[in-house]
């Protein structure tokens, strides 16, 4: 349903219609909040669900939602959280859905299935998550990479993480994204590492190890999204005040700013895991029916 106060959400979702259903595997939804999930984005145009578990309790979850799964295709696996995800898994080896869904397991238990080596969706790179975000402060679509997979990542896999969400930016649209490396100051300390790692990738991306954006760090959180603060601190920047995408430096800091922008500054948001042959929708318990459809929706938008 169309809304007054996230239109940049509203555009995410109907350009998702508008490039048809995308065919979701959806593991183990034995919970009324998972199922209504899938239901959900299903009803609203954006994916095909195929939904993957013990019938049973599919059928009672449905029953308790009073919601029909007529039309839906149903894969009956074992009640075992760990045996649904490699069932759906096998359903996007094969080709039979073209992304995964997490529903009622632990995330470390879906994840575990898409890096087996049986699965066939691995790549050479780290996964990682990224959240899209529709702040009404601020004046475009804003993304924010990891604050969902990755606890403390080092350098090494801070390059992953960043090309991963680069990747992804061009295949929703951003041609060149803005990207802000945060840490908490905005010079080059040795004793802080989230400095060092922020000014080493921006250096790797000015030489061309990262390609395809525009990046800039270490910035504060302030002067990395002010222009006004920017300047005031007298940081020449082409990212500060207009970055497309935030990457933290550890998941606490990812988790935080995330939960700030929805319960505090009245954000929408959409979240995906990258890094696998496949995009992995993950939703959470507390995330709004409107959170859960626009996951799918940045899903589809990332697929052809």
């Known amino acids: 349903m169309p809304s007054t106060s996230h239109p940049k959400l509203d ?7 508008g490039k048809g259903r995308l065919s979701v595997a959806v593991a183990y939804p034995c919970s009324t909040d998972a199922l209504a999930a899938a239901l959900a984005a299903y009803e609203d145009g954006v994916i095909e669900p195929i939904l993957v578990g013990p019938r049973s309790r599919i059928e009672a979850c449905a029953k308790t939602l009073n919601a029909s799964l007529d039309g839906l295709r149903l894969v009956d696996a074992d009640d075992d959280p760990v045996l649904s995800s490699r069932a759906a898994v096998a359903l996007v080896s094969a080709g039979e859905a073209k992304s995964l869904m997490k529903g009622s397991q632990h995330t470390d238990e879906l994840l575990g299935a898409v890096v087996s080596r049986d699965a066939n969706l691995r790549t050479s790179r780290r996964m990682s998550h990224v959240f899209w975000f529709d702040c009404p402060a601020y004046h475009k679509p804003l993304m924010i990479t990891d604050a969902v997979v990755n606890i403390q990542p080092g350098l090494k896999e801070k390059t992953d993480i960043l090309a991963n969400a680069v990747d992804f930016a061009h295949r929703i649209g951003f041609e060149a994204p803005k990207v802000a490396i945060l840490s908490s100051v905005e010079t080059v300390n040795p004793d802080l590492p989230s400095s060092m ?49 935030l990457m933290v430096p550890s998941l606490d800091v990812g988790n935080i700013l995330y939960k700030s922008f929805i319960y505090m500054g009245g954000g929408e948001c959409a979240g995906v895991v990258l890094g696998a042959k496949v995009p992995v929708i993950l939703t959470s318990r507390a995330d709004s029916r409107r959170a859960r459809i626009a996951s799918c929706a940045l899903a589809r938008l990332s697929l052809d």
């Open 11 to 17: 555009a995410l979702e109907q350009a998702a219609r």
């Open 197 to 245: 790692d922020a000014a080493a990738l921006a250096k790797m991306a000015d030489r061309g190890q990262i390609s395809g954006a525009i990046v800039d760090g270490p910035l504060a959180f302030d002067n990395a999204i002010s222009a006004q603060s920017a300047k005031t601190k007298g940081i020449t920047s082409a990212v500060a005040g207009d970055p497309d995408l």
